[in-house]
């Protein structure tokens, strides 16, 4: 699939790691998500639900994690990929978005395209030793 394609492009090129954010990250379904994401190689965590308050579940995540990780790396940076701008989302959360085109015909956004992936590359660089992170959002 497309997306998977280019998020492993993302995270091949930069080091990152993806942390999920998206509402569906609970839900049954993601299963089949995390067994894509885990079959290419791309490792993951996700944000924690706090009343589906998606820049409070950044913050909170980022929070807990921005002693170390696992691999003894600390965050340097990260990113949020997102069609939309959420209400709690501060000038913090906004500065870190690469806002993904909408497509007003379905009410669905386009989903990840390569130029997305390009201001990934662009904003993180091609170090792959340093611990980044992409928040995915959901395709609406």
Known sequence: EKTVRLV??????????VVVSSSFRYKRSFGKVQEILLRNGII???TPFLDNERG???KQWIAENSEELNDG???EDYVVLDDDIFDDFDEEIVS????????EVRGFGKG???KDVDK???????TKNIVKNIVVEEER
């Open 96 to 103: 870190h978005l690469i806002k993904m085109e909408e497509n």
């Open 120 to 126: 990934i590359i662009e904003r993180f660089g091609r």
């Open 112 to 114: 990840l395209q390569e």
């Open 73 to 75: 790396l600390e965050i």
């Open 44 to 46: 993951f965590d996700k």
């Open 56 to 58: 409070k579940e950044i």
């Open 8 to 17: 492993k492009k993302a995270v091949e090129e930069t080091g990152a790691k």
